[in-house]
Nanobody, 120 residues
Framework: VQVVESGGGLAQPGGSLSLSCAASGFTFSWYDVNWYRQAPGKERELVATITSDGGRTNYVDSVKGRFTISRDNARMTVYLQMNTLKPDDTAVYYC??????????????WGQGTQVTVSS
């Protein structure tokens, strides 16, 4: 089982980055996927969620209208498009796959994280 994030880096305020989360080794379409982030000295925060079939999404208020989560189950990949970035978006971003149906409802997989830094 692997969950691997990519696409982090340095962006200027107002800029954009696109994160990817590639999964392997499990039935990806049975899992909801969450993007979390953790800034230095802060607790991990849930940023965005997409249901297993991609039919519903949810966002923390601070990123609504700026971030978009999507998924391609055939490619076993989830994306997080981040626009109009702010310095407060600086954090390590983690992808989490969480079982959404029997028999995987208790399964939880995490990636290693990717650093996003927003600075001029």
């Amino acid at each position: 089982v692997q969950v691997v994030e990519s696409g982090g880096g340095l962006a200027q305020p107002g800029g954009s980055l696109s994160l990817s989360c590639a999964a392997s080794g499990f039935t990806f379409s049975w899992y909801d996927v969450n993007w979390y982030r953790q800034a230095p000295g802060k607790e991990r925060e849930l940023v965005a969620t997409i249901t297993s079939d991609g039919g519903r999404t949810n966002y923390v208020d601070s990123v609504k209208g700026r971030f978009t989560i999507s998924r391609d189950n055939a490619r076993m990949t989830v994306y997080l498009q981040m626009n109009t970035l702010k310095p407060d978006d600086t954090a390590v971003y983690y992808c989490n796959a969480r079982g959404a149906r029997y028999p995987v409802t208790r399964r939880d997989y995490w990636g290693q994280g990717t650093q996003v830094t927003v600075s001029s």
